[in-house]
């Protein structure tokens, strides 16, 4: 049995069980999955710095048994932070490369971050979270390119990433902070708008059982306690998928998310960069005040 190594960082981070096995397909160790998340630390961490972090934890590999952890644990290091929550329970934050180490240490496979800063209620992005009914990926892609075309219309600029599950999700990065009581009602609008415009296609229904085999735009899914899995986390699928930005000539010419996984991005954002570090952000004021006059 290997032992136990220790990684630097801001403080040394003991790794426990390094040769345990995570992912099946292909067999992926800990060891493996941490020197993922510790090459990629650079762009990870500023889409999780400053915002509350969900993690969703498989100590045993993605076969097993797996949870969702908000709150920082009773016994955590003294130097692991937190933020104030619900009746003072301290939340997870992630503001350096120890952290994030940590957790994933402990099998944090998901890091899902708050669309709002601590203590912000005001939206820095827009946000579009696209979930296909079925596995028939053609249809998603045609949904999100309607989408682009959409926004693109309206003079927004819009990134695009995979889940690195089975959906795409579409954010539009805005120079000036707006309320979420604002942005929500663009999003609401932009939705119910594909859903008109292509009803064979989209559907805003909340029910699974009345979406049939639409692709559904989770507008409410955009909120300041709402969270979006990161940016380059790691997916609990048995390939080890990433939540990857793409291109939308990369999704027009056909790429898949199972493309993107812990063996293919690190040389991809070596390559590209992080392609959800905006060159230009959307003023989105005038926007929202014409169609919170005429809702």
């Given at each position: 049995?290997?032992?136990?190594?220790?990684?630097?960082?801001?403080?040394?981070?003991?790794?426990?069980?390094?040769?345990?096995?995570?992912?099946?397909?292909?067999?992926?160790?800990?060891?493996?999955?941490?020197?993922?998340?510790?090459?990629?630390?650079?762009?990870?961490?500023?889409?999780?710095?400053?915002?509350?972090?969900?993690?969703?934890?498989?100590?045993?590999?993605?076969?097993?048994?797996?949870?969702?952890?908000?709150?920082?644990?009773?016994?955590?290091?003294?130097?692991?932070?937190?933020?104030?929550?619900?009746?003072?329970?301290?939340?997870?934050?992630?503001?350096?490369?120890?952290?994030?180490?940590?957790?994933?240490?402990?099998?944090?496979?998901?890091?899902?971050?708050?669309?709002?800063?601590?203590?912000?209620?005001?939206?820095?992005?827009?946000?579009?979270?696209?979930?296909?009914?079925?596995?028939?990926?053609?249809?998603?892609?045609?949904?999100?390119?309607?989408?682009?075309?959409?926004?693109?219309?309206?003079?927004?600029?819009?990134?695009?990433?995979?889940?690195?599950?089975?959906?795409?999700?579409?954010?539009?990065?805005?120079?000036?902070?707006?309320?979420?009581?604002?942005?929500?009602?663009?999003?609401?609008?932009?939705?119910?708008?594909?859903?008109?415009?292509?009803?064979?296609?989209?559907?805003?229904?909340?029910?699974?059982?009345?979406?049939?085999?639409?692709?559904?735009?989770?507008?409410?899914?955009?909120?300041?306690?709402?969270?979006?899995?990161?940016?380059?986390?790691?997916?609990?699928?048995?390939?080890?998928?990433?939540?990857?930005?793409?291109?939308?000539?990369?999704?027009?010419?056909?790429?898949?998310?199972?493309?993107?996984?812990?063996?293919?991005?690190?040389?991809?954002?070596?390559?590209?960069?992080?392609?959800?570090?905006?060159?230009r952000r959307c003023d989105i004021r005038e926007l929202v005040?014409?169609?919170?006059?005429?809702?």
């Amino acid at each position: 049995m290997a032992q136990d190594l220790v990684l630097q960082a801001e403080v040394p981070v003991r790794v426990t069980h390094p040769e345990k096995l995570l992912f099946p397909d292909p067999p992926t160790t800990k060891l493996a999955y941490l020197t993922y998340v510790a090459q990629m630390a650079h762009v990870i961490l500023p889409h999780l710095r400053n915002r509350r972090v969900t993690l969703v934890r498989c100590p045993n590999g993605t076969r097993d048994h797996r949870f969702y952890q908000r709150h920082v644990l009773t016994g955590a290091p003294e130097w692991i932070p937190s933020v104030p929550g619900e009746e003072q329970k301290p939340e997870i934050v992630i503001p350096d490369v120890a952290t994030l180490l940590y957790y994933a240490n402990l099998g944090a496979i998901e890091f899902h971050s708050a669309l709002a800063h601590v203590d912000e209620t005001s939206a820095s992005v827009l946000s579009f979270d696209l979930d296909p009914s079925t596995e028939d990926f053609e249809r998603l892609r045609t949904v999100a390119l309607h989408l682009h075309d959409v926004l693109d219309d309206l003079g927004l600029i819009s990134l695009v990433k995979t889940s690195g599950k089975r959906g795409l999700q579409v954010f539009i990065p805005l120079s000036v902070a707006i309320p979420f009581s604002h942005t929500r009602k663009l999003v609401h609008f932009v939705g119910q708008y594909m859903e008109r415009r292509w009803p064979t296609l989209v559907t805003t229904a909340r029910l699974v059982k009345d979406r049939g085999d639409k692709v559904y735009i989770d507008v409410p899914q955009h909120g300041a306690t709402k969270t979006l899995i990161c940016v380059y986390s790691v997916r609990a699928t048995d390939d080890a998928r990433v939540s990857t930005p793409i291109t939308w000539e990369e999704l027009r010419a056909g790429c898949h998310p199972t493309d993107f996984t812990i063996r293919t991005v690190p040389s991809r954002v070596k390559q590209l960069g992080d392609l959800f570090e905006p060159e230009r952000r959307c003023d989105i004021r005038e926007l929202v005040e014409k169609i919170t006059q005429h809702s």
